[in-house]
């Protein structure tokens, strides 16, 4: 069975980059049957997708994140990754990693790790 | 940009029907997909492709959809089924995923 774990520092100061790493079990993470994303979810607030890497390498963003956002795939530690630089108080959220499966009509994240709350404070 | 409408919040008394709904102009060419999110959990599929549930959801979960509107219905709702709801689909260039605000379900 599938299983996510974030993890990284639950506390950024503002203007530095927040990175969190998501590490994959129960399968291998060059696996072409899955794709790697990030949610996040400000407390007591709702959801907001913020990027996805696809098998192959290909990634997208959510457009008012873009310029900051970088996910990436570590394979020889089954891991994934997020980037956020520049954050300031509004990146102040619980953070998720999940796996999207995509078809032409929809996409949908089947497994999602239990969340990490970061806080951006200095 | 694209955007995925919920009302706020809905109430339902206990064991009878109740419809959430998803408003936005990329539901006319993508399907929604729901979730359900208990406090202090991460967020549960419980319809995708606009009607099909995953292994283990009850079957009194249920959805469908019409032009830029899809619905999520729980037939017989139960305590266990107070939760928020949220939606997500495709956005309209296909490219990009979004959610909608959520409902909070509240079951009296």
């Known amino acids: 069975q599938l299983q996510l774990q974030e993890s990284g520092p639950g506390l950024v100061k503002p203007s530095e980059t927040l990175a969190l790493t998501c590490t994959v079990s129960?399968?291998?993470?060059?696996?072409?049957?899955?794709?790697w994303g990030w949610i996040r979810q400000p407390p007591g607030k709702g959801l907001e997708w913020i990027g996805t890497?696809?098998?192959?390498?290909?990634?997208y963003y959510n457009p008012s994140l873009k310029s900051r956002v970088t996910v990436s795939v570590d394979t020889s530690k089954n891991q994934f990754s997020l980037k956020l630089s520049s954050v300031t108080a509004a990146d102040t959220a619980i953070y998720y990693c999940?796996?999207?499966?995509?078809?032409?009509?929809?996409?949908?994240?089947?497994?999602w790790g239990p969340g990490t709350l970061v806080t951006v404070s200095s | 940009s694209s955007e995925l409408t919920q009302d706020p919040a809905v109430s339902v008394a206990l064991g009878q029907t109740v419809r959430i709904t998803c408003q936005g102009d990329?539901?006319?060419?993508?399907?929604a997909i729901w979730y359900q999110q208990k406090p202090g959990q991460a967020p549960t599929l419980v319809i995708y492709?606009?009607?099909i549930r995953p292994s283990g959801i009850p079957d009194r979960f249920s959805g469908s959809g019409s032009g830029n509107t899809a619905s999520l219905t729980i037939t017989g709702a139960q305590a266990e089924d107070e939760a928020d709801y949220y939606c997500n689909s495709r956005d309209s260039d296909g490219s990009h995923l979004l959610f909608g605000g959520g409902t909070t379900l509240t079951v009296l």
């Open positions: 990329s539901l006319r060419n993508y399907y």
């Open positions: 129960g399968v291998s993470i060059r696996s072409s049957s899955y794709s």
């Open positions: 492709d606009r009607n």
């Open positions: 890497i696809y098998y192959g390498g290909g990634t």
């Open positions: 999940a796996t999207p499966y995509c078809s032409t009509t929809s996409c949908r994240f089947d497994f």
